[in-house]
């Protein structure tokens, strides 16, 4: 914790908001009048340079719950804003004009809860779509029965697409939700007035699945297969993320060859995921020899975890307490070799790729992101360190005892397409280097434990291959999930996508979208 | 010469024996539970421990349904006895609703891929069958973007509620004969995610499917079976309890 925060908040904003600060958690609990919240949050994240991770809204059996979280730099903990209302009352002030990377947040909160955030520029029509569901629908209030009819909706017919844009000659291109060969469904407003691209709005959630809304209800075990299963490409990320909230909520500590064993399979995921979006980049340039050298890589090292743990996406290793399966040394040892020489392919492919001028020319000065806009947007991942964002959970806020091994954040300046190509390669290369750590110090002993669920509430994180992840859940006394809230990396990185795209050309716009390595199934939750 | 095109030569020949032979290398799938004889005792455990009821008994014998198996692998870590399982890939089933298909195609088919809310593993999955280990293009397989190009329709996902329109427009844009593959347990059962207001119990609920490709996901090989299948190239196999099982060899 940034030394004396507790004083700080007590000195700016006495009379207006309550502070507790718990050392064990390192964790700040602010709470906050609702006529000071959004200028208590800016001044978090403006003035205090805390980053926004979440925005949790719980229902409460007389009142509403809002909890805005934040998280500081190496060194500095955590900071949760607290506000609260009656239930009758819905109506909360928006903290977009100083937090913009809460704007998401907001829209969604509003779409589930049919909470209104005053001053916000632009709600409604986002997950659920407007063409599709009648107003006054609010799927996360406790009142919604998950299991009601399917075609429960009403659609309204004069849904019609938004236009930004009113220059004359200015004309909007739908693209999608079925686009291209095999891509996710997403729905992209692309306004132009010819050659360039001067608006982009992507209208995500044609996958929504509400996992958030169907874990409700369930036990932690059976919530744990949503976690891994929403966004199978990153899949061990999740599960860990939702593993590590449920262990913290219940006090629950884990062997050390457990923790040993999350990491060395959370970077063989990363190295794995990392492969495959240096694939879609290539393939996007239409550089063929390269794309199928990546895709190589890719099944390679999809091949080493299908070997090594029974699944290519490494499903059914983790389980609240610890692991499942015991993975023996010998297995890691030679999965690592393996990945070892993927890694000396994949560092040879870079260097070609260096030389490639045609390569180069479709990447550079191509889906810029500024340094400010990264950090005002909260970016996330590779996305976020291409644009000089370094920030990485591993290192400020490590888990699963990512402290104990050394390793770089490799983040470049230029906020181009290539810059995110080479952070992507970088960090193939520390995702080794930490596997080799990893194998080297693997503790002996048990990998699972068992633990008795209690009451409570947690967040848990991870740096996912895309970025941060943050799993907030809520647990009854018999360990069943009350509450459970994720804040996947590409929600953030979806968010902030449309500046890349916006006054760039038509043509490099699939270059862009495989340069920010976006997931749907994991915005679309 | 283009360092591209030496490149290209020097990585050599990787694809796959499959479809001619049996593919042999490690961690090309994850395999399925199979129906066996059990104890009571050993058969009850997995039962219980089955999250999407997997598991039958009858008359004394484990019953497998593999088209809501999520690869979770409780009933093999998570007891004692574990279930019986087989690493096999060859996953392409006749559709209930459509039995004995007649041939509809000869060589060349073209693919149109539709994601109805999958988990992007599917797809990941489908987008392998495109690199060098599988490459597609040899058996005369492509994908194309837009549906009236289309013989086929390979649906992944649980058939989300958002998803249910376009995936009927893109059906009926296709022109006949057409058939359509279901790929992953989310397209046959919704999966994890069914039943709820916001998916339907898989895409059998929203199309006429005609092969079925269990899985979560089905391993890029088990697609390609699939594909074969609907392309009249392969036979179906029976995968549904009490009959003779599957094996992985070649034609
Ligand atoms: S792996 Fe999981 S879902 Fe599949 S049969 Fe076993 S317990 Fe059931």
Redesign the interface.
Known sequence: MELGLKEQVKERWAGHAKCRYDDRSDLCEITCARASLAELCGWLFIDKDFNFANLIVEEMPAAWRLRYIFYGGAGSGWVHVLASALCSEETFPSIVKFVHAADWHEREAEDMFGLTFEGHPRLGDFILHDDAWQENVDPMRHHFDPQMAIRYRKPAADWRPRRIVQESGAFVMPVGPKYSGVTESVHFLLETVGEDVIRFMPRLFYKWRAIEKIAEGKPADEVLLLAERFAATTAFAHGLAFCQAVETACAADIPPRAAGLRVFLAELERLRQHAGAIQEICESTALAVAASEAGIFEEDLLRISGELTGHRYLFGMLAPGGLLLDLPDNDCRQALNKSQAVLKQLDNLETELRVSSSFLDRLEEVGYVQQQVAAAYGLLGPVARASAVAHDLRREQPYSGYSQFRFEVPSEQEGDGYARLRVLFSECRQSVHIMEQTVAAMPGGGVLESFKPREGAALGWVEAPRGAAFHWVRLDERGFVTRYHVAPPSFANWHGFHVAVENFAFQDFPIMLATFDLSVAENDR | MS???I??IR?GI?TSAYPRNAET???????LPVSSQMDTGAARALVDIC?TQVFTIINGRVNVDVDRC?????C???VEQPARWDSTYEWGVESNQKKNLLPAFRKSINI??????????C??????L????YNIHRLGFF???T?RHADVLLVV??G????SL?LQK?YNAIPTPKRVVAAGVCALSG???A??????EGVTDILPVDVEVPG??P??LAILHGLLVAAGRKPPVDLQPGSSQANATGE
């Open positions: 360092p591209w095109v490149k290209g990585t990787k290398a490690a961690g090309v799938t994850p395999g999250p999520i690869h979770c692998y409780r093999v870590r998570g149109c891929v539709v994601d109805a809310g999958d988990c992007g593993s797809l990941n999955e489908v987008r392998q495109s690199s060098p280990y994908i194309t973007p549906p996902g649980p989300t509620d958002h998803m376009a893109i999966g994890v995610f039943e709820s207001f916001t998916c339907s979560n996901p391993p890029p």
